[in-house]
């Protein structure tokens, strides 16, 4: 299949797939509020509430799959795909809030994982192959969209679930985790039915499909390279960092620090706000001057960043701690995704986005039941710690990884 030449000029298509974005991530970043109510009202054990997750992030990760090889042989369907992605997720809050049955959460958890991750490939891919001078800028404008959702989701979601009240101004009680569940399906269904009518040109910068053989031919490419294998297996060191840290903070603050809903949405919040904007000029600066350097100055100030919690456990050192953390802790993802696609043969940016993604989920897998199991016995200092050590082991493997500097 050939393509015609890329118009990188236009940023609607950027505009508009982060906003998507921005609303999958609210959907997403509601669990993480959701989760410890959702572990006390089933009286789940850390172990039990870590294999939740651990299942969502199976489901992630097999979900790659196929949305790396639809997203690269079916160019022009990526709105359909996008608008999957959406129903997957509606499905599962819809489970979630409905069937307080531990198997029926799992499946609730896994739907939401596949939807989650099915996004990526298609969405991703797309971008990198329009804009193919600006992949660094266009995929972490993408991120920053995931941000504001990140952002914006845990405090309306919390505060949706215990309510908020101030004073005599304002005076309300809440819907409860499992309402909330529910109503997390619509946002999804209308962003999906949004994308199908909004974004039809997705994909058209191809002139037509790749078969079978020569995606299968492209692929054992990617998989020969072994620059490419390094920067997926940064991309899944990054990502257990992440997830076991934010994962257990959430039952940090309900457990041991005892704040509500709303407040726990706040500092969850503050994780991510200042990434909104250091995400893009992170992007803007690989692209003049190269992803290692940016991978590496981030993935450093996180190892510190995440040993210093412990030391700020509570009060106003936590919140600057956090939102300082939030400056690297998800935007680096976008520009080891960019080196990733740096490397990539035109036509296979889908592929190349569901192998970093597969590798996020096969780590994410194993860290959060390690998570639990480390916490149950440590406590916070323990994912401190197991999550700080995860981050220098970045460091390293970011220093020996030869990641060429873009133009």
Same mark, same amino acid.
């Given at each position: 299949?050939?393509?015609?030449?890329?118009?990188?000029?236009?940023?609607?298509?950027?505009?508009?797939?982060?906003?998507?974005?921005?609303?999958?991530?609210?959907?997403?970043?509601?669990?993480?509020?959701?989760?410890?109510?959702?572990?006390?009202?089933?009286?789940?054990?850390?172990?039990?509430?870590?294999?939740?997750?651990?299942?969502?992030?199976?489901?992630?990760?097999?979900?790659?799959?196929?949305?790396?090889?639809?997203?690269?042989?079916?160019?022009?369907?990526?709105?359909?795909?996008?608008?999957?992605?959406?129903?997957?997720?509606?499905?599962?809050?819809?489970?979630?809030?409905?069937?307080?049955?531990?198997?029926?959460?799992?499946?609730?958890?896994?739907?939401?994982?596949?939807?989650?991750?099915?996004?990526?490939?298609?969405?991703?891919?797309?971008?990198?192959?329009?804009?193919?001078?600006?992949?660094?800028?266009?995929?972490?404008?993408?991120?920053?969209?995931?941000?504001?959702?990140?952002?914006?989701?845990?405090? $309306?979601? !919390?505060?949706? +679930?215990?309510? @908020?009240?101030?004073?005599? #101004? *304002? /005076?309300?009680?809440?819907? %409860?985790?499992?309402?909330?569940?529910?109503?997390?399906?619509?946002?999804?269904?209308?962003?999906?039915?949004?994308?199908?009518?909004?974004?039809?040109?997705?994909?058209?910068?191809?002139?037509?499909?790749?078969?079978?053989?020569?995606?299968?031919?492209?692929?054992?490419?990617?998989?020969?390279?072994?620059?490419?294998?390094?920067?997926?297996?940064?991309?899944?060191?990054?990502?257990?960092?992440?997830?076991?840290?934010?994962?257990?903070?959430?039952?940090?603050?309900?457990?041991?620090?005892?704040?509500?809903?709303? $407040?726990? !949405?706040?500092? +969850?919040?503050? @994780?991510?706000?200042?990434? #909104? *904007? /250091?995400?893009?000029?992170? %992007?803007?600066?690989?692209?003049?001057?190269?992803?290692?350097?940016?991978?590496?100055?981030?993935?450093?100030?996180?190892?510190?960043?995440?040993?210093?919690?412990?030391?700020?456990?509570?009060?106003?050192?936590?919140?600057?701690?956090?939102?300082?953390?939030?400056?690297?802790?998800?935007?680096?993802?976008?520009?080891?995704?960019?080196?990733?696609?740096?490397?990539?043969?035109?036509?296979?940016?889908?592929?190349?986005?569901?192998?970093?993604?597969?590798?996020?989920?096969?780590?994410?897998?194993?860290?959060?039941?390690?998570? !639990?199991?480390?916490?149950?016995?440590?406590?916070?200092?323990? #994912?401190?710690?197991?999550?700080?050590?995860?981050?220098?082991?970045?460091?390293?493997?970011?220093?020996?990884?030869?990641?060429?500097?873009?133009?």
């Amino acid at each position: 299949m050939k393509k015609k030449e890329s118009n990188d000029t236009g940023m609607g298509l950027v505009l508009g797939l982060s906003l998507g974005h921005g609303i999958k991530h609210f959907g997403q970043s509601a669990l993480s509020v959701i989760g410890p109510f959702l572990k006390v009202s089933l009286n789940l054990s850390d172990v039990a509430y870590g294999a939740i997750f651990s299942a969502s992030n199976v489901a992630s990760g097999l979900s790659n799959i196929p949305a790396g090889i639809f997203s690269d042989m079916y160019r022009k369907k990526i709105a359909w795909f996008l608008a999957l992605a959406m129903l997957s997720i509606a499905i599962g809050y819809f489970l979630l809030g409905t069937f307080k049955i531990y198997p029926i959460i799992i499946l609730s958890v896994i739907l939401m994982g596949f939807g989650q991750s099915f996004w990526h490939a298609p969405a991703f891919g797309t971008l990198a192959a329009r804009y193919p001078n600006k992949k660094g800028f266009a995929l972490s404008m993408h991120l920053t969209g995931a941000q504001i959702g990140n952002t914006i989701g845990p405090p $309306i979601v !919390g505060g949706l +679930i215990s309510g @908020i009240i101030i004073r005599s #101004i *304002i /005076s309300f009680e809440g819907f %409860g985790w499992e309402k909330v569940s529910v109503f997390m399906a619509v946002p999804m269904i209308i962003t999906g039915l949004l994308v199908l009518v909004l974004f039809k040109s997705a994909g058209s910068e191809a002139k037509g499909n790749w078969s079978f053989d020569e995606y299968k031919t492209r692929s054992k490419g990617l998989l020969k390279d072994k620059i490419i294998l390094g920067l997926i297996l940064l991309g899944a060191v990054r990502a257990s960092a992440h997830s076991s840290f934010l994962l257990f903070l959430a039952v940090y603050l309900k457990e041991v620090l005892n704040y509500s809903a709303f $407040i726990i !949405g706040f500092h +969850i919040a503050l @994780i991510t706000a200042a990434g #909104i *904007i /250091s995400t893009p000029i992170m %992007g803007i600066l690989s692209d003049k001057y190269g992803r290692k350097v940016i991978i590496m100055i981030a993935m450093i100030l996180m190892s510190i960043f995440l040993f210093l919690f412990l030391i700020f456990k509570t009060g106003i050192g936590l919140i600057v701690l956090m939102s300082l953390l939030g400056m690297f802790f998800f935007s680096v993802m976008p520009i080891i995704t960019a080196a990733t696609m740096d490397r990539v043969p035109e036509g296979s940016e889908g592929s190349g986005t569901a192998l970093n993604f597969i590798g996020m989920s096969v780590v994410g897998f194993l860290s959060p039941l390690f998570a !639990g199991l480390i916490y149950s016995i440590y406590g916070f200092d323990g #994912i401190s710690i197991m999550s700080g050590t995860i981050a220098v082991f970045g460091v390293v493997l970011c220093g020996f990884l030869p990641i060429k500097k873009v133009g």
